[in-house]
């Protein structure tokens, strides 16, 4: 079964610090995504990538960054984050619309 | 711009009871239709896909999913629910295989004894 692994699995981090998330999967995906979770919203898709190199813009990606440097790593970067990041953060991939999710990242930004 | 309405934000039933969570979508093209549950404090996990053929789905653990294409519509079906089906059901819908789902705002199953 394809792993999805994401670090950390808590964050508390400060305004206008830097973020990085960590997301790996073992299952050579070509597809990795990034959602964030939150009440009264759902998921919302942040970044998205086909490929090592390559990340694109999802429906959401103001604030955000994304780093695609290998198959099997894709990163979520908040250069300078704010309390209204603070959410549920989901990595995932495979090839719509049937993808696996790690178990999410909690990020709370004071 | 595809969209995703979920009418029932929470739904009550017992055990043994059959179950159907509503799904419309709207999108003018050829859509890939899906359900995901998940359980509380874990990530989303898959149940079943359609996008062409016969319009009644099989997925895991007794769960089936019809495709109307007159009413825009991806109903979930479970004709016996366990207590274990406690979780929030997500419909979601992608117009490409690499550009990420679309999902609704997904729907509380609470199965009680």
């Known amino acids: 079964e394809a792993a999805v692994t994401q670090s950390p699995r808590n964050k508390v981090a400060v305004t206008g610090g830097k973020v990085t998330l960590s997301c790996n999967q073992t299952?050579?995906?070509?597809?990795m995504y990034w959602y964030r979770q939150d009440t009264g919203h759902g998921l919302r898709l942040i970044h998205y990538?086909?490929?090592?190199?390559?990340?694109e813009k999802g429906d959401i990606p103001d604030g955000y960054k994304a780093s695609r440097p290998s198959q099997e790593n894709f990163s979520l970067i908040l250069e300078l984050a704010t309390p209204s990041q603070t959410s549920v953060y989901f990595c995932?991939?495979?090839?719509?619309?049937?993808?696996?999710f790690g178990k999410g990242t909690r990020l709370t930004v004071v | 711009t595809q969209t995703v309405s979920q009418s029932d934000a929470h739904v009550t039933v017992f055990e043994g009871d059959s179950v159907e969570l509503r799904c419309n979508y709207s999108?003018?093209?050829?859509?890939?239709l899906s359900w995901y549950i998940q359980h509380h404090g874990h990530g989303l996990q898959f149940l079943l896909k359609?996008?062409?053929?016969?319009?009644v789905v099989q997925g895991v653990n007794g769960f089936e999913a019809e495709f109307s294409k007159s009413d825009s519509s991806f109903h979930l079906r479970k004709a016996s629910v366990h207590w274990s089906d406690s979780a929030v059901y997500f419909c979601?819908?992608?117009?490409?295989?690499?550009?990420?789902?679309?999902f609704g705002l997904g729907t509380r199953v609470s199965v009680f004894p």
């Open positions: 979601a819908v992608s117009a490409h295989y690499a550009q990420g789902l679309t």
């Open positions: 995932a991939s495979g090839d719509t619309p049937e993808v696996f």
């Open positions: 990538s086909y490929g090592a190199g390559s990340t």
């Open positions: 359609y996008y062409s053929g016969n319009p």
């Open positions: 299952n050579n995906h070509n597809n």
């Open positions: 999108y003018g093209g050829s859509i890939y």
